[in-house]
């Protein structure tokens, strides 16, 4: 044995033995920090590294035929603590903050106390949570940039635990106008569309969502995205916001009057199918009406005396009736069969002789009904092909969720399914149903001479200002009949409004076509003698020579009096009167003489659009001098008889700057890149603004927007 042998094994045995004790150290380490403290580094994992982030994608807005826009995606935040975040040095800031921080929020969100704000802290800390509410509402985009500008808060979220998550909110600037058509977002609207259009064109308004990750770049974490979000199409209605107003408001002031339940009324472009108005109205328990289904495409109901035209095009066409022809219709009171028939006027004695064209004029169930049982009682079915020939009973397969697909009940051979007065109530809009718009589709087609198109919901797609895509009119039958019956029709729906029924509906500025419609509504298996209610209608076009739009007027309401002249064909004449003042008097052509004044007026605003607008319509402007480059550029215009010129706004960033003539956009874009928050009332072009222009401003104010039309 060597001399040292015994220090040199005394030292390999320490080595070894500090080795394993260092060994043993490191696993139970590794394993305190599998399963102590597992939950706590995953926390610190996700918040450093992320990888696959979804980046949402804008989706995008839905735009009126006129140019509004009626939808629309603002984000909204939620805004969270993280009281493990920042360490020892967030905590003590926290607290020297704590008063400046809580009264800062107090302003920001006065519907909640300072104090309120202190014990919400105070439970957070005391939870030690990563991601604690601190206010229980979503904010907006203003609030949320005046949150992030408090102490400690400004310094990021990974040194004061400061972090909000992003909704996409959808808005609708005009409210609750055409509703149930445009369609709902859930709440969440990861969730997606509900109804309507937003659900119809889902996955042209929705565009892809983007990727991103996590990672650490010169000692600080940066969101990447590794695929840019592509944000949704832009989709163009025929829906026109002054039409719209136009219906809704008549509608509104005739089932208020006459303490209607349900009311409709849809406005169509003949030629094109294009559907300008669609309100549904509901009267809910507090009173109040309410857009709460879209009854105008949905709802399955008799129609009526609106169905008449439909019944007597049939004979006509089948050469069994002329219009001149005699029918008796007596004392206004028939046995039809062991049912009893009776004409509005039985009271009165009813019509006695009269020819099939004053049958329609005067909607008398007896005339009609006599003129179609005694051609077709003992070949019914001949009856029901003609109105299939007639495209009235044809699907329309439309572009919003849950039409209603029309039911025509065709007799069966052995006659299972059919009474000997079935075919004597289906003439005069009985034992039938039909969504209004099948009801307005049909007369659409007597009014375009024949052809008949399908409604249509949505003009174009668009995307970053182009349009990629125009949706063409599509024609369902290119002659619902011959030009002779047409023309026969025609007439006899003029004489209809002239002298008959429909008297309500004329106006004495143009000539108007159509007929009314009175029908009690069936309860089902109790009849129609349980609880009476109505149904009244009145369908049209106008103007009767060249006829622009077709408009039907439906009301449910209990009990009696019930009139489809007197109460929808009154919705149908403010309708078409106010229709006619601002779109279709003004022609311009006609107007024009050495005084006229054909340039449009010009709102306030962006001149880049205005610049478009005006070029495509050929007026003299000078605003692409200053709109170069796409860049927005903030003017105020001012009107020749020839040109439009612009004058740039030159108001400094510190300062109100005046938004009067301004549409709505336009206005509320300005003010809110300038740290205002914007509150706005009425439609139409700004007149008043509560901050005077000029005026020093100060970030967070609130200004009040009066528009008017």
Not at 218 to 232: A, E, F, H, R, S
Not at 253 to 272: C, H, P, R, S
Not at 342 to 352: M, S
């Amino acid at each position: 044995m060597f001399k040292g042998k015994n220090n040199i094994m005394t030292r390999y045995s320490l080595i070894v033995l500090c080795a394993v004790l260092l060994g043993i150290a490191i696993i139970i380490k590794a394993a305190f920090i599998m399963f102590a403290e597992r939950q706590y580094w995953n926390d610190v994992a996700d918040r450093f590294v992320k990888e696959n982030v979804t980046v949402p994608a804008m989706r995008g807005n839905i735009i009126s035929s006129d140019g509004q826009l009626v939808a629309s995606s603002l984000p909204e935040y939620k805004i969270y603590m993280d009281f493990q975040a920042g360490g020892s040095e967030k905590d003590s800031l926290l607290i020297l903050y704590m008063d400046s921080i809580c009264n800062g929020l107090h302003k920001i969100f006065p519907d909640k106390s300072k104090n309120y704000f202190k014990q919400i802290f105070a439970q957070g800390k005391k939870k030690k949570s990563r991601h604690f509410a601190i206010y229980p509402n979503r904010i907006s985009y203003i609030q949320y940039k005046e949150a992030k500008q408090l102490p400690l808060f400004e310094k990021g979220s990974n040194k004061s635990g400061f972090h909000a998550e992003v909704f996409n909110q959808r808005k609708k600037p005009f409210g609750s106008l055409a509703m149930r058509t445009l369609g709902d977002m859930y709440a969440d609207m990861a969730q997606g569309p509900k109804n309507g259009l937003e659900l119809s064109y889902d996955s042209i308004l929705r565009g892809e969502p983007g990727l991103s990750h996590r990672q650490k770049v010169m000692n600080k974490y940066l969101d990447i995205v590794d695929k840019q979000p592509i944000n949704g199409c832009d989709i163009v209605t025929t829906i026109d916001v002054s039409m719209q107003d136009i219906a809704e408001k008549a509608l509104i002031d005739e089932l208020k009057l006459i303490n209607g339940t349900v009311g409709v009324a849809i406005l169509m472009e003949v030629k094109t199918g294009n559907i300008k108005a669609i309100v549904n109205m509901t009267k809910c328990d507090d009173g109040v009406y309410r857009e709460l289904k879209n009854n105008a495409v949905s709802d399955l109901m008799e129609p009526g005396s609106t169905f008449k035209t439909a019944s007597l095009m049939v004979a006509l066409e089948d050469g069994k009736v002329t219009p001149d022809e005699i029918v008796d219709t007596g004392n206004g009171i028939y046995n039809m069969h062991g049912s009893w028939m009776k004409d509005h006027n039985w009271h009165r004695g009813g019509y006695g002789k009269i020819t099939a064209t004053e049958a329609l004029m005067y909607s008398s169930n007896v005339g009609i009904s006599k003129l179609i049982d005694k051609n077709y009682f003992d070949h019914p079915e001949q009856f029901v092909q003609g109105l299939y020939k007639l495209g009235i009973g044809m699907p329309l397969n439309l572009e919003i969720p849950g039409w209603g697909k029309p039911r025509i009940r065709m007799p069966k051979t052995d006659k299972s399914n059919w009474s000997k007065t079935a075919l004597a109530w289906m003439s005069i809009g009985y034992e039938t149903q039909l969504p209004p718009i099948n009801t307005l589709t049909f007369y659409n087609a007597i009014a375009n001479n024949g052809t008949m198109v399908k409604p249509k919901f949505v003009e174009s797609i668009v995307k970053d200002g182009e349009v990629i895509e125009e949706m063409p009119t599509v024609i369902l039958k290119d002659a619902i009949s011959s030009p002779k019956t047409i023309g026969q029709i025609q007439d006899m729906l003029h004489k209809e409004v002239v002298a008959g029924t429909g008297k309500t509906a004329g106006s004495k500025h143009f000539s108007v076509s159509g007929k009314t419609g009175t029908a009690q509504i069936s309860q089902g298996k109790a009849g129609y003698h349980s609880v009476r209610r109505y149904m009244v209608s009145f369908c049209g076009y106008f103007p009767s020579e060249n006829p622009k739009y077709t408009c039907i007027v439906t009301i449910q309401k209990p009990g009696l009096p019930a009139s489809g002249g007197l109460m929808s064909g009154k919705v149908f004449h403010e309708i078409s009167e106010r229709v006619y003042a601002k779109h279709i008097a003004q022609n311009i052509e006609e107007a024009k003489d050495s005084t006229s004044v054909l340039v449009p007026e010009v709102m306030n605003g962006d001149v880049t659009e205005a610049d478009y607008v005006l070029n495509n319509i050929e007026v003299k402007n000078d605003g692409s001098k200053l709109a170069r480059n796409g860049h927005i550029v903030w003017a105020k215009a001012q009107t020749d008889s020839s040109s439009v010129s612009f004058q740039p706004e030159t108001t400094p960033q510190k300062l109100v700057p005046s938004v009067i003539g301004m549409g709505a956009k336009d206005a509320v874009y300005l003010l809110e890149k300038r740290g205002l928050r914007v509150h706005l009332s009425g439609v139409g072009k700004v007149k008043q603004q509560s901050l005077i222009a000029g005026a020093r401003l100060t970030p967070g104010q609130t200004i009040l927007l009066t528009l008017k039309q």
